[in-house]
T-cell receptor
Framework: AQRVTQPEKLLSVFKGAPVELKCNYSYSGSPELFWYVQYSRQRLQLLLRHISRESIKGFTADLNKGETSFHLKKPFAQEEDSAMYYCALFTGGGNKLTFGTGTQLKVEL | GAGVSQTPSNKVTEKGKYVELRCDPISGHTALYWYRQSLGQGPEFLIYFQGTGAADDSGLPNDRFFAVRPEGSVSTLKIQRTERGDSAVYLC????????????FGPGTRLTVT
């Protein structure tokens, strides 16, 4: 069965500091991984996906199949990055997303 | 354009009652998904529709839960004989086609069973 693990419930960093939100997955098939973000009082929205290998709002994430990880990184945190971040695994056969429990990122001034 | 909408935004009901939660997907999106998010957890898959048919209902917790999408657009999630453990935020999402990676989420319905 597939599983997504986000070990940190809360991550607090200072503005300008580097950020790394950890995500590990377990899946027997070929994984498709995503990061979703939920800002305060807004709906859940896609931040980035590993297949596009793009940087969104300064965030990047690299799929490491050897370590079964998909950590989200940003070199310099901004106050507006404060939000709830969810790592998610797409299982194509089921056309569904399996989410981790989420990490609350708090960027302090 | 308009995103996914869900009604009601909040629903309080008594244990044992029946509730219906509605989802209106983005126009033209053929795939529709229901998730449930309990406090402190990530969204958990319930059921997925491709058009009018339920393509995967493996996430429905038991037979008290049922969902329909009769015309391939609006969907209703129905919960019979509600229990306090059903309290959660119910999220709906849609995507253009089945297998499309990007799912667009609605604001959710917060269900509280007293």
């Amino acid at each position: 069965a597939q599983r997504v693990t986000q070990p940190e419930k809360l991550l607090s960093v200072f503005k300008g500091a580097p950020v790394e939100l950890k995500c590990n997955y377990s899946y027997s098939g070929s994984p498709e991984l995503f990061w979703y973000v939920q800002y305060s009082r807004q709906r859940l929205q896609l931040l980035l996906r590993h297949i596009s290998r793009e940087s969104i709002k300064g965030f990047t994430a690299d799929l490491n199949k050897g370590e079964t990880s998909f950590h989200l990184k940003k070199p310099f945190a901004q106050e507006e990055d404060s939000a709830m971040y969810y790592c998610a695994l797409f299982t194509g056969g089921g056309n569904k997303l399996t989410f981790g429990t989420g990490t609350q990122l708090k960027v302090e001034l | 354009g308009a995103g996914v909408s869900q009604t009601p935004s909040n629903k309080v009901t008594e244990k044992g009652k029946y509730v219906e939660l509605r989802c209106d997907p983005i126009s033209g999106h053929t795939a529709l998904y229901w998730y449930r998010q309990s406090l402190g957890q990530g969204p958990e898959f319930l059921i997925y529709f491709q058009g009018t048919g339920a393509a995967d209902d493996s996430g429905l917790p038991n037979d008290r839960f049922f969902a329909v999408r009769p015309e391939g657009s609006v969907s209703t999630l129905k919960i019979q004989r509600t229990e306090r453990g059903d309290s959660a935020v119910y999220l709906c999402a849609s995507s253009l086609i089945a297998g499309d990676y990007e799912q667009y989420f609605g604001p959710g319905t917060r269900l509280t069973v007293t």
